[in-house]
């Protein structure tokens, strides 16, 4: 009896062994590599949850197409977390507006996968808040400017190029 949910079984099993070796290896690197350790790398374990969600998704696109916001927060964090471990935690001070970078970018992909334009707006205004706040500790304005006519001629035109899937033949 073959059952219909054994390719997703498949890459679920395929997706966790993956998990499962790439953890082995990071144990094994850091034993390896001098300046590595387990306290430097934590970050890398935000990618298991993404693994995790990226299967999720992969397995069914149209009604688990809210794990991307996840996902893209997670991948972000753990970069900039990295970052962090590898330079000074004392960035922190300037490198706050990430934290709003994170879920902006999240809602962005949000909308790349859904195509909703109402994730747009909590994208725009996370990432124009952490582009003011950017401005404001580097003394630099000129790239705000720039983010804020670019994100209105996106929401100006976006609807200039939007085909109606099905058009009313009344109108």
Known sequence: ????????????????????I???ILFLVVNVIPH???????PLFMLIPVAILV?????????SAGVVLPIIILFFYCGYFLWLNF????????????FLIGPGLGFLG??????????????????????VFYAAIIENTW??????????????????FLKKKN???QE
């Open 110 to 131: 949000l909308y790349f996968v859904t195509k909703k334009g109402e994730y747009l707006i909590p994208s725009f205004i996370l990432l124009l808040l952490s582009a």
């Open 1 to 20: 009896m073959e059952n219909k949910k054994e390719p997703k079984f498949k890459v679920g099993m395929g997706s966790s062994g993956a998990i499962f």
């Open 167 to 169: 058009p009313d033949p």
């Open 143 to 160: 790239i705000v400017g720039i983010l804020l006519i670019a994100m209105g001629l996106i929401l100006i035109l976006k609807p200039l």
């Open 55 to 63: 299967t999720v998704w992969i397995q069914d696109k149209e009604r």
């Open 87 to 98: 330079t000074t935690w004392a960035y922190t001070a300037t490198s706050w507006p990430n």
């Open 22 to 24: 790439g953890v082995g």
């Open 36 to 42: 590595l350790s387990i306290g430097k790398l934590w």
